[in-house]
Structure formats: structure tokens, C-alpha cells
């Protein structure tokens, strides 16, 4: 098992956590940031730990209040409940 440094960008400040490479984060959404902060939400109250990833371009990013590609990412042991949870609130 190799392991990998993942760098987590938030609220200005970069985290830099030691992760296995197996144990790499699934993607269990993707869209609108107002949409994936409800989702981290609800996951956080179901006791699942996320992230919340801005995938939004160089070009949207100035203008990142119009919305662009976040995404929610739990651990691999966490992902079956979390796509259940998600499903159930939708």
C-alpha cells in the first residue's frame, strides 16, 4: 500500500493530511456549491466525515457565486451510506 500527501483547501488555508492510496476519497456529489454545503450538512449530522472540493475552473472561479463544481468526498467506508443518504433526501 503506497501512500500520498492530499492537500485540502479551506477557507483560505491548505491542509496537508498523509493518506493511504487505497484509502483515496470517492466523489459521492457533484454540483452547485449552495447544493454540496446542504449535502455536507446532512452527511456531518449522519456522523460521515466529508469534504467539500471546488473543481470550478481558473476562468469561473472570479466568478464562483454564479456557481460552479463542487464536490462532496467521504471515505470508501463511508460511501454506501452516504449515496443512501443522499438518495433518501432527494
Known sequence: M????VNLKL???TITMKTNHNDAWRTVFSGQPFEA??????????GIR?????HTSL????YSGLGGDM????SPADEEEAQRLIAAGE
Open 59 to 62: 476562468v469561473t472561479s472570479y
Open 2 to 5: 503506497t501512500e500520498a500527501l
Open 50 to 54: 466529508c469534504i467539500v472540493e471546488d
Open 37 to 46: 454545503e446542504v449535502i455536507r450538512g446532512m452527511l456531518e449530522t449522519n
Open 11 to 13: 477557507n483560505h488555508n
Open 71 to 74: 464536490r462532496v468526498l467521504v
